[in-house]
């Protein structure tokens, strides 16, 4: 009944924003911006200037590597939300062989 144009076209309609829903909610969202050592994930933001140690690891935080700014927290209703697409699009796409 369907073409395979049609089904590559529903295709490519769910599997699209499945990719960005899944891309935008693991990355998540950035809970605040103030420098952490990425270590131990500490607060640095009160320590002294001429600190280079993480006061609860002691990790070296004197290289721009070393210091991680902000947390981020991973959106969880655009993973479903793409997890969902990606099945429809999974679905559509197992019928293209038929
Ligand atoms: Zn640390």
Redesign the pocket.
């Given at each position: 009944m369907f073409t395979t144009v049609t089904y590559v076209l529903v295709f490519i309609a769910f599997a699209l924003p499945e990719l960005l829903l899944l891309r935008r909610g693991l990355r998540g969202v950035r809970v605040h911006d103030r420098p952490?050592?990425?270590?131990?994930?500490?607060e640095?933001s009160g320590r002294g200037a001429d600190s280079t140690r993480?006061?609860?690891?002691?990790?070296d935080?004197s290289s721009p590597e070393a210091v991680q700014i902000g947390v981020f927290r991973r959106r969880r209703a655009l993973i479903f939300a793409g997890c969902l697409f990606g099945l429809i699009a999974l679905g559509v796409g197992g019928r293209l062989n038929d």
């Open positions: 952490l050592c990425r270590n131990c994930l500490y640095l993480c006061s609860e690891c002691g990790a935080v």
